[in-house]
């Protein structure tokens, strides 16, 4: 066995043997590449809830026993608004804007 084939077994055997280097972070703006890649990462890997049913138009227009109750900050689901609110609708099951700008609450059951 000649000198150069001992370095490249030895070599080939300590390569093999040791445990696997930790990544190497890279330093600096990303590139676009890596940001293709971390887009398509995140899109696959968000859960969303299912929408809140919209209730039938006789429960909805019914104007009887249509209580605000508070409760969890979320979305308000009247058309057309984006606010956030805490109120929510207990007949309807659906939460809506009820403070001195928005009256969503009073709309959504118009």
């Not at 280097?21 to 968000?46: D, F």
């Not at 900050?73 to 009247?78: E, Q, T, V």
Request: charged share 25%; with cysteine.
């Amino acid at each position: 066995m000649s000198l150069l084939s001992f370095r490249i077994n030895v070599a080939s055997f300590l390569l093999k043997s040791s445990p696997p280097s930790p990544p190497i972070i890279k330093r600096g703006r990303p590139s676009l590449e890596s940001r293709a890649k971390l887009n398509e990462n995140q899109s696959t890997n968000t859960l969303r809830t299912a929408p809140t049913p919209i209730p039938p138009s006789s429960t909805r227009f019914d104007k009887f026993d249509h209580w605000p109750i508070t409760t969890s900050k979320g979305r308000c689901r009247n058309h057309g608004c984006i606010g956030y609110t805490r109120v929510f609708c207990s007949k309807c099951d659906q939460r809506l804007c009820l403070n001195e700008k928005n009256n969503c609450f009073k709309d959504y059951h118009k």
